[in-house]
């Protein structure tokens, strides 16, 4: 896996009044009451395609769906998984556990105290990690490899050995993890969507958060189809440039059949989240036809391995020159895409897992 990925042509400028400091529930809104930007490739004079926006809420996602349409979504459910911790005896971290690897190790991340808002880049092998409850962890190695931070000035995630048990350390102690943005500390409800069932994401697959049972019983009702996928996300505190880190995923037997009988009648494949986009085309083929899959992918969708099977995609708003910005490019296309995030930035909508959210559909392939 390449380390560094290309940047997205998408550039823009964040201000930082528009990032979301709490979830909308605090805002006064409910899940489905955030922001709508609908950004959409329609037929245009003399066979051209133009860009069709719309503003609107969340709730009101079914009036630009049609029947037919498929959304998949992720049924991960996030787990606390941060905490605080003494590096070699002495300095006060907070530790980000990503994920647990087939050898017993684990993939972890250190950042600064008290509020994690910078990584921890002066680590080195062998360093020490003390956590209550008597639970140890050791510093291996960079993960992935040779995982040097896009600054050149030292590693972000660490594979770590760690001794004691740290699921149940997680139960009793973990916090979700957040970082420096956010005005306050919120309880792991807040963390979750209402299609979260398999516990094992570091952090909130929140593409699906503004979804309520209100919203998919409306839906359904419209003919508008849901499949599922379960991909548990590692922690999305990329630098610039940095892509994803390889994460586990399940693309089911059913939600493959779905997908191609979806293609194959003209609906559309609403992915929900580069998470939902990232596990469907990890199990697709050249054609963009899926079979099951299950395992880990490394897959990074851009230029080198456009997006196939996916031709829409919900979304958060990322940041500029965030990795995922590649895939969103792939999917929508990077027309439609400068377009989207032009008009987001100038109607001030809001960034993060607590903001808004974008439909991006994309010309027919």
Do not use: K
């Not at 042509?9 to 009044?17: C, G, N, V, Y």
């Not at 992915?271 to 490394?298: C, F, I, K, Q």
């Not at 919900?314 to 995922?324: F, V």
């Amino acid at each position: 896996m390449t380390l560094h990925a290309s940047l997205a042509s998408t550039r823009f400028e964040l201000p930082d009044h528009l990032t979301a400091t709490e979830p909308p529930e605090h805002r006064g809104l409910d899940r489905d009451g955030v922001r709508l930007l609908v950004a959409e490739a329609v037929a245009g004079a003399a066979g051209q395609t133009d860009i069709r926006l719309a503003h609107c809420r969340f709730r009101e996602l079914g009036s630009y769906l049609r029947p037919g349409d498929l959304v998949v979504v992720n049924t991960s459910r996030t787990i606390a998984a941060e905490v605080d911790a003494v590096l070699d005896g002495d300095r006060p971290v907070v530790l980000h556990v990503a994920t647990p690897l087939g050898d017993g190790s684990w993939v972890i991340e250190l950042r600064t105290a008290p509020d994690a808002s910078r990584p921890v880049l002066d680590a080195r092998p062998g360093a020490r990690l003390g956590l209550a409850d008597g639970v140890r962890a050791r510093l291996l190695a960079p993960y992935p490899g040779n995982a040097a931070s896009p600054t050149g000035q030292g590693n972000r995630l660490w594979r770590a050995e760690v001794t004691g048990d740290l699921p149940e350390h997680l139960r009793r102690h973990g916090r979700p993890i957040s970082y420096g943005y956010l005005s306050g500390q919120w309880p792991l409800a807040d963390y979750q969507t209402v299609f979260g069932r398999h516990p094992g994401s570091a952090e909130m697959p929140s593409a699906g958060r503004p979804f309520s049972t209100a919203l998919v019983t409306d839906l359904i009702s419209r003919g508008i189809g849901f499949a599922a996928i379960t991909l548990h996300t590692g922690v999305s505190s990329q630098e610039a440039g940095e892509p994803p880190q390889p994460e586990r995923f399940e693309v089911p037997a059913g939600t493959a059949r779905l997908v191609n009988a979806t293609r194959q009648g003209g609906g559309r494949v609403i992915a929900v989240g580069t998470t939902v986009t990232r596990a469907l085309e990890s199990a697709a083929d050249r054609a963009g036809r899926l079979s099951p899959a299950r395992g880990w992918t490394e897959l990074v969708i851009g230029p080198e391995h456009p997006a196939r099977a996916v031709t829409g995609l919900i979304t958060g708003l990322h940041n500029p020159d965030a990795s995922h910005l590649l895939l969103v490019e792939s999917v929508a296309g990077p027309r439609l895409a400068q377009r989207a995030y032009d008009a987001a930035v100038e109607a001030r909508y809001l960034w993060h897992e607590f903001g808004d959210s974008c439909l991006l559909l994309a010309e027919p392939r």
